[in-house]
């Protein structure tokens, strides 16, 4: 079983920047693919970007492409979302996610297709 723990969170001003991490304890993550997911105040968890567990790949919701990168260092157990150009409209709590991949090239995108969850780090962007 794999522990995440996320931190990096904060308040920030729309336009700015922040580096959220992710560390895991338990397990190496080198055979977990891992995503970041994002819930806003009355709404329901939604997905931000996945990576494979090789690091190769990489996708990102539509919302969020473009400023975001995802990014993994399976040495330091640690996996990043580097976020730019934030907006109000990201503030929300992110949550980090795992799961088994055995497929060196695959992500996932669903909340439903993640086994290991990590408490979550509230991001607050201010207008």
């Known amino acids: 079983q794999v522990q995440l723990v996320e931190s990096g969170g904060g308040l920030v001003q729309a336009g700015g920047s922040l580096r959220l991490s992710c560390a895991a304890s338990?397990?190496?993550?080198?055979?977990?693919?891992m995503g970041w997911f994002r819930q806003a105040p009355g709404k329901e968890r939604e997905f931000a970007a996945a990576i494979s567990r090789s690091g190769d790949t990489t996708y990102y919701a539509d919302s969020v492409k473009g400023r975001f990168t995802i990014s993994r260092d399976n040495a330091k157990n640690t996996v990043y979302l580097q976020m730019n150009t934030l907006k109000p409209e990201d503030t929300a709590v992110y949550y980090c996610?795992?799961?088994?991949?055995?497929?060196?090239?695959?992500?996932?995108?669903?909340?439903?297709?993640?086994?290991?969850w990590g408490q979550g780090t509230q991001v607050t962007v201010s207008s």
């Open positions: 996610a795992a799961v088994i991949s055995y497929s060196s090239g695959s992500y996932y995108t669903g909340v439903h297709g993640y086994d290991y």
């Open positions: 338990g397990r190496t993550i080198y055979m977990y693919a």
